[in-house]
């Protein structure tokens, strides 16, 4: 099959990538030269009542709940309609911040739905990119014939706003199919203008192709672009490898800093630095220098002589000299490196939820667990009556009256209707407060258009049939 690229964009219920949902999804496939291939995916998918959807997402999205159950396909439907038509052998899948959002919705609604949640991105000749990290790099260094946004003073790389001055197709903002033709339009752009850093970020989606740049064996200074980094050099640096990182990544170091600073901090002291919450970091707050390179989330990196165009080492506010004299002071340093991958590693960002669909990170399946899910994915109406799994893991165990819930209600026993109602509440318990909280806040403004209105209304009438109402919380709705 020909080589294409999968552009697409999710409207969710939130900004959990396990605990929300996708209620629209829209993409394009095109050629290589971006032309596009057949007709436009443009699809709801309809929420479950198990879940109280974000009153804040649903004010910038428009998108009520009623209208996806109204107009839109089962979860198991749609994620039938993703495997067959959408993540086909020799795909790219491309997104704008999906590494980080989008793709970790795919993945949990793959996994709910007893579909492999990482196959997709990466078996038969498949592969997923990020435009994002593509478009900072591109701002930092190659800059020329485009239009870059500014925003009181400062650089923004929003969407709309790129579109938007380079004069690109984008007629509705927050709609995911206007965002997949502004993301088009944009990588074309790009690809266009500067074709040599373009063609090289995308061979750099394999995650191979970055190990080999970015290593402990040969560890070289290279330059890396990521949303960590500082605004006023359009979030890019040149850092250096100096520890590994748990699931075969790296640890590397920021050598715009003087390593100096903190390689006399105890093990407390740095622990104290990474551990202090966002909330509590003032102005004075210096955070350490260094961060985890997943090698499988695309990340945008380059070697060092891309700066010795185009005045690159001047745009980045650096200069050859002081990146050198950093990275010898560092590597003598070797009792702070091993502070600091030890003190990391044992930081997990990842922590068990306690619902199965969220604990798809929690192990992979099993062989024989495999076989079973195949059987139950593949499995009608009629054959669900009769299937009865016997699952290994106990994830899926869990998952499964919840899965024929969803998907298939009339297949339900007895015993599936009491589990899944028993979950139900206790996720909607769970969900009730803040749902509650920012629906109030927001029906409590006055400057709210018509569609605003609508979708407040729409949203209330959503919590009221879902979730059993005593006087007291009918009372709150009203007000």
Known sequence: MPKT????????????????????????RTDEQFNQIGEPHNLMVALADDTLPSPRALMVTGISPQQTVDEGYTEAQFARIFVDEIATPDTTIVGYNNVRFDDEFIRALLWRNYHDPYEWSYKDGRSRWDILDVVRMTRAL????????????????????????????????????????????????????????????????????????????????????????????????????????????????????DPSEWCDKTAEELQAIISKPYAQRDEDYRSLPVKKLQYNHC???????????????????????????????????????????AILSAKSDYTSAPEAESKLYDSFVGGRDKLRSEAVRNANADELRALDPKFDDARLIELYPRYKARNFPRTMTNDDRDKYEAYRAARIARQAPGFMRDLQAIAGTDDLSAQQQFIIDEMKLWYESIVPIDEETTDELDG
């Open 142 to 257: 190659r800059p020329d014939g485009i239009e870059w946004p500014v925003v009181d003073g400062k650089p923004v790389n929003k969407l709309e706003l790129l579109a938007r001055v380079n004069h690109l197709e984008h007629t509705k903002a927050h709609d995911a199919l206007s965002d997949v033709e502004a993301l088009i339009g944009v990588t074309k752009l790009i690809a266009e203008k500067q074709t040599q850093l373009f063609q090289y970020l995308l061979t750099m989606r394999d995650k191979s192709a970055v190990k080999k740049l970015v290593n402990l064996d040969d560890a070289q200074p290279v330059v890396y672009t990521s949303g960590r980094y500082d605004a006023a050099y359009e979030k890019t640096t040149v850092v250096v490898p100096i520890a590994a990182a748990e699931h075969g990544n790296v640890y590397v170091y920021d050598l715009r800093h």
């Open 5 to 28: 690229f999968f552009f697409y964009d999710l409207e969710t219920s939130g900004l959990n990538g396990r605990d929300d949902r996708i209620m629209q999804f829209a993409g394009i």
């Open 299 to 341: 990340p945008a990196v380059a070697p060092l002589g891309v700066l010795e165009q185009q005045d690159g080492w001047s745009k980045l506010g650096l200069e050859l000299g002081t990146v050198e004299s950093n990275r010898t002071k560092l590597l003598a340093q070797t009792d702070f490196i091993d502070r600091v991958a």
